[in-house]
C-alpha cells in the first residue's frame, strides 16, 4: 500500500450535473446504521420518506428522516427515493458489505459523496478547492463564502456555517463532554482519520500521508 493525500484529485467544484446544495442535512451528519435503515425501509416500502408516518416507521424525530433520506441520495444508494445499483452493491441483502463493518465501505463512500454529480457543494469545496492545511472554522467559512458568491450568492451564511459544523462533526473525532445521548457518538467516517484537531478547539489539520485502513485501490 502506498501513501495518499488526504484530498481526492482535483476536479472543478461546479460540473454542470451538480447541484448547488448547502445545508440539506438537517444539521446531522450521518450516524451508525442510518444508510443501511433508509436503503433497507426503501426496499420494504416505496417513498417511505414522503409519508406522514416515516418518523414511526424509521424510529426517528422528522428532522432525521429528512437528514436520512439526504444522506442516502449524497452517498448515491439511493436515487429519486429508489435504490441504486450501487445502493444494491455495497447494502443489499448479499452487499458487499451490508452493515458497514469494513473501513474500506466508507472510503468508497466519502469518495462516492464527493463524485460528479455531487449534492454537497460544500463538501466537494472542502476536499477539491480549499488549500489550507491547517486552518479554523472561520478560515473555511472565508473561502467557502467567496465560492458560494460565485455559485449561488442568495444562500445565506448560515447554511454555510451549518454545512461547516456538519464537516467537523463528520471527520473530527468529537470529545464526549461536548456532547449528550447519542450525539456524543463519533460518525462513522471520523475512522477515515482525514481531519483532525491541531493544538486547541478552534484549529484544525488535514492528515496527509499513510492511510493504514485505505485499501490499495484507493492509494
Not at 440539506?24 to 433508509?38: D, I, M, Q, S, V
Not at 463532554?177 to 489539520?205: M, V
Request: with cysteine; hydrophobic share 35%; proline share 5%.
Amino acid at each position: 500500500m502506498g501513501r495518499t493525500s488526504t484530498k481526492p484529485s482535483n476536479r472543478a467544484l461546479a460540473s454542470p450535473l451538480d447541484a448547488i446544495a448547502f445545508a440539506r442535512h438537517e444539521t446531522f451528519a450521518p450516524r451508525f446504521g442510518w444508510l443501511k435503515k433508509g436503503f433497507d425501509r426503501t426496499l420494504e416500502e416505496d417513498r417511505i420518506f414522503l409519508r406522514e408516518d416515516a418518523p414511526v416507521k424509521l424510529g426517528v424525530g422528522k428532522n432525521m428522516v429528512k437528514s436520512i433520506r439526504y444522506w442516502c441520495h449524497a452517498f448515491k444508494v439511493l436515487e429519486d427515493d429508489q435504490p441504486t445499483d450501487f445502493g444494491q452493491q455495497l447494502l443489499g441483502e448479499q452487499g458487499w458489505d451490508s452493515y458497514l463493518e469494513d473501513p474500506a465501505s466508507l472510503w468508497l463512500l466519502h469518495w462516492k459523496l464527493l463524485e460528479t454529480p455531487c449534492d454537497a457543494t460544500a463538501w466537494k469545496f472542502m476536499f477539491n478547492q480549499f488549500r489550507s492545511a491547517e486552518f479554523t472554522s472561520e478560515d473555511l467559512l472565508n473561502q467557502l463564502s467567496d465560492e458560494r458568491d460565485r455559485l449561488a450568492p442568495r444562500i445565506a451564511d448560515s447554511s454555510l456555517r451549518k454545512d461547516i459544523s456538519c464537516i467537523l462533526r463528520m471527520y473530527v473525532e468529537q470529545s464526549p463532554q461536548k456532547w449528550k445521548g447519542e450525539d456524543s457518538l463519533n460518525c462513522p467516517f471520523t475512522e477515515l482519520g482525514l481531519i483532525t484537531r491541531a493544538g486547541d478547539s478552534r484549529h484544525y489539520t488535514f492528515r496527509i500521508g499513510y492511510k493504514p485502513n485505505l485499501p490499495i485501490m484507493f492509494s
